[in-house]
């Protein structure tokens, strides 16, 4: 299995602007989490889906922001439009299950650096 | 409610010696508690997790970690640090019941000296 894939690893835009990013979850797993990594605040989760329904959005920062997940193995964060204090690095991972002893797996990330 | 300190936002070690990074937690309920590393420009991975079963865990890469419920310390350990252990370290906190309550902590930096 190639794991979590996210894409794109980097994304530079300017203020304003549209960002769609993209996760593949490992396929099995049903549970897919978006979180976000920036030096002051740390890892903070976002929204988390479990068979493709949105379970806990309330992480999500503003109404700029939205998550879909049309199939149960892909789903979208989309930040329309962007602005400068949304640069960070975006992970998704996903899990079998909600548990909260259940393993998470991370992708690698997309870093997004907003002008 | 459920919260996580590492003690520890970098810890320098020599190629070779102990490395020891520290974690305490606050729950109200019998936690699941898990460390993952970081490496540069990657994503996390799991290094080792607790979940009521024997309190000394043991992960991958040679380290393993101790839940002492007295102390309500899940401190992580390795014996002999070496160079690719260099990474950024997260302590994490769950309540049983939902991984929407995962409760990361701050991270500790890790460098390894030759």
């Known amino acids: 299995d190639a794991g979590v894939i996210q894409s794109p690893r980097h994304e530079v835009t300017e203020m304003g602007q549209e960002v769609t990013l993209r996760c593949k979850l490992i396929?099995?797993?049903?549970?897919l989490f978006w979180y976000r990594q920036t030096m002051m605040r740390g890892l903070e989760l976002l929204i988390y889906?479990?068979?493709?329904?949105?379970?806990?959005d309330s992480g999500m920062p503003e109404d700029r922001f939205s998550a879909k997940m049309p199939n149960a193995s892909f789903s979208t964060l989309k930040i329309q439009p962007s602005e400068p204090r949304d640069s960070a690095v975006y992970f998704c991972?996903?899990?079998?299950?909600?548990?909260?002893?259940?393993?998470?797996?991370f992708g690698a990330g997309s870093r997004l650096t907003v002008l | 409610a459920q919260s996580v300190t590492q003690l520890d936002s970098h810890v320098s070690v020599s190629e070779g010696t102990p490395v020891l990074l520290r974690c305490n937690y606050s729950s109200s309920y019998s936690p699941s508690l898990f460390w993952y590393v970081q490496h540069p420009n990657k994503g996390l991975q799991l290094l080792l997790k607790y979940t009521s079963a024997a309190t000394l865990v043991k992960g991958i890469n040679g380290f393993e970690a101790e839940f002492k419920k007295s102390e309500t310390s899940f401190h992580l350990t390795k014996p002999s640090a070496h160079m690719s252990d260099a990474a950024e370290y997260f302590c994490v906190v769950s309540l049983s019941g939902s991984a929407r309550q995962l409760t990361f902590g701050s991270g500790t930096q890790l460098t390894v000296l030759p």
């Open positions: 889906f479990n068979n493709n329904v949105p379970i806990d």
């Open positions: 991972a996903s899990s079998f299950g909600v548990a909260g002893a259940n393993v998470l797996t």
């Open positions: 396929s099995g797993h049903n549970s």
